[in-house]
């Protein structure tokens, strides 16, 4: 069974710093793109994040660049998900996705493109 598990949310102050960690099981992942989404609270889940399979290539959404950082250790079919000077409207549920898609320019920003999804992390941002 092919399961993807977010850790690290919690509650922090703006200005503030969390580290997301998405960890694959059920099979590997280190061919496939990973991304990250969010969904805040009446909103429609957004794209937030992806890289490619050897981390090579990354994409951001506008709102995050700068503050937030993808990476992967494939030996650990593992995402993460660096987040610096957090925001208010930085506050969602976030979730981790994968694909078997190969990286394209543009990246794959849309939620149609991941094949396998988590259950989400929780960040609030206080401000």
């Known amino acids: 069974q092919v399961q993807l598990v977010e850790s690290g949310g919690g509650l922090v102050q703006a200005g503030g710093s969390l580290r997301l960690s998405c960890a694959a099981s059920?099979?590997?992942?280190?061919?496939?793109?990973m991304g990250w989404f969010r969904q805040a609270p009446g909103k429609e889940r957004e794209f937030v994040s992806a890289i490619s399979w050897s981390g090579r290539y990354t994409d951001y959404a506008d709102s995050v660049k700068g503050r937030f950082t993808i990476s992967r250790d494939n030996a650990k079919n593992t995402v993460y998900l660096g987040m610096n000077s957090l925001k208010p409207e930085d506050t969602a549920v976030y979730y981790c996705?994968?694909?078997?898609?190969?990286?394209?320019?543009?990246?794959?920003?849309?939620?149609?493109?991941?094949?396998?999804w988590g259950q989400g992390t929780q960040v609030t941002v206080s401000s």
């Open positions: 996705a994968a694909t078997d898609s190969g990286w394209r320019v543009g990246g794959l920003t849309r939620r149609d493109e991941y094949d396998y």
């Open positions: 059920g099979r590997t992942f280190s061919s496939a793109v």
